[in-house]
């Protein structure tokens, strides 16, 4: 059930953290100075003013710092997690309080995960938003009308250092550097370009939608509906029935969501493979922005992010502190190899950077 609080929707966890959520965003703020100079230089003009913004991602203090300067610059904002373990609910009960709907807590099943999915794209009035800031890509998917395979889960790397615009009216993606797409952002087609957010190898926002439309076409043309039991995936399972009874209430939801839809941002690398996938086939419905071969966003997420990340959970869940004298190899590999001295790996281009990073191991 949804709660209303000064006429917003949420559905989080415990709203009396609500306070301690504000303590720590203020001391996120600081941490943050991009995203406050975007507050300062730009709030007046209102440059996302009138646009509706959807976001599936980390429901975290850091994130809570983002929704903000959106709304701050104008933006009506919905928002979910896109991982049912990674939300901090004091940072969901305050921006729940106090700046926009919000549908994530910690700990969700797979069936609440994707009701607050649905819910973070259903504006009160039955529409969709303007943009989709992505982490994972399930929502998307759900509009476009895509099937969900094993082989694209696990994803592939592409080239970094680029970021890629996949155009809404061409088969060929269009190449560019960071120092582009700064321009292009100033300039009349900033509406259509906003950051793509894709982690953890989980397909989110973008699959809700592209199923969506699938099954309404298919709905009009013979009057199917969608079988739950059609598929063992327990996920896609979900998804099938949440848009068998979205089809009962309003057969064109998801077309006309696609339809408004200006552009949607991806920062994982699996969610970049399906974006690339959908292109290929001609069935990308609106503008897309490949964040995660972004310099960087590839070295301070995917290495830095990881090299930090690992040996603090491993030392919480242990209580052991770890040292070493070299943490520089790649990312996750860096840190196994100064726990353990011995690391196998069949990666040659890892394998080379390690040896370059003077790292013992044994092939």
């Known amino acids: 059930m949804l709660t209303l609080r000064h006429g917003l929707q949420y559905k989080v966890k415990d709203m009396s953290q609500a306070d301690f959520g504000r303590l720590e965003i203020e001391l996120a703020e600081a941490e943050m100075p991009g995203l406050t100079a975007c507050r300062t230089e730009f709030g007046s003009q209102q440059p996302f003013k009138g646009a509706k913004i959807a976001g599936s991602l980390h429901m975290t203090i850091q994130t809570a710092v983002l929704i903000e300067t959106l709304t701050a610059l104008g933006a009506e904002v919905r928002w979910c997690s896109c991982n049912i373990f990674s939300t901090q609910d004091h940072a969901a009960a305050s921006i729940a309080r106090d700046t926009c709907p919000v549908f994530a807590w ?38 476009h009308g895509m099937s969900c395979t094993g082989s694209v889960l696990h994803g592939a790397c592409l080239a970094r250092s680029r970021c890629v615009y996949l155009s809404k009216n061409t088969s060929h993606p269009l190449l560019v550097d960071e120092a582009h797409i ?35 076409i298919a ?28 089809l009962k209430k309003d057969d064109q939801k998801w077309t006309k969501m696609a339809k408004a ?103």
């Open 219 to 246: 709905y009009k043309k013979d009057g199917t509906v969608p079988d739950p039991s059609s598929t063992d995936n327990p996920e896609f399972k979900l998804v099938l029935s949440i848009i068998k009874e979205t």
């Open 261 to 363: 839809c200006q552009g949607v941002s991806e920062e994982t690398t699996t969610g970049v493979k399906r974006l690339y996938e959908m292109q290929a086939s001609k069935t990308l419905l609106f503008p897309a922005i490949n964040v995660n071969d972004s310099v960087t966003k590839s070295k301070f997420d995917n290495v830095y992010g990881c090299r930090h990340s690992l040996p603090d959970g491993i030392m919480r869940a242990t209580d052991v502190m770890l040292a070493g004298n070299s943490l520089a190899p790649l990312a996750c590999f860096m840190v196994i190899a100064c726990v353990w001295t011995h690391v196998l790996l069949y990666i040659p281009v890892v394998t080379l950077w390690m040896c370059l990073q003077s790292v013992i191991f044994q092939p």
């Open 106 to 143: 910690k700990g969700e099943t797979l069936e609440e995960y994707w009701w607050c999915t649905e819910q973070m794209l259903t504006w009160p009035d039955g529409s969709g938003p303007d943009l989709i800031v992505d982490d994972g890509g399930d929502a998307t998917l759900l509009i």
């Open 182 to 216: 700064r321009l292009c952002m100033a300039g009349p087609i900033a509406a259509k370009l906003l950051r793509l957010q894709c982690a953890q190898g989980l397909l989110l926002t973008f699959l809700i939608i592209a199923e969506g439309q699938k099954a309404e």
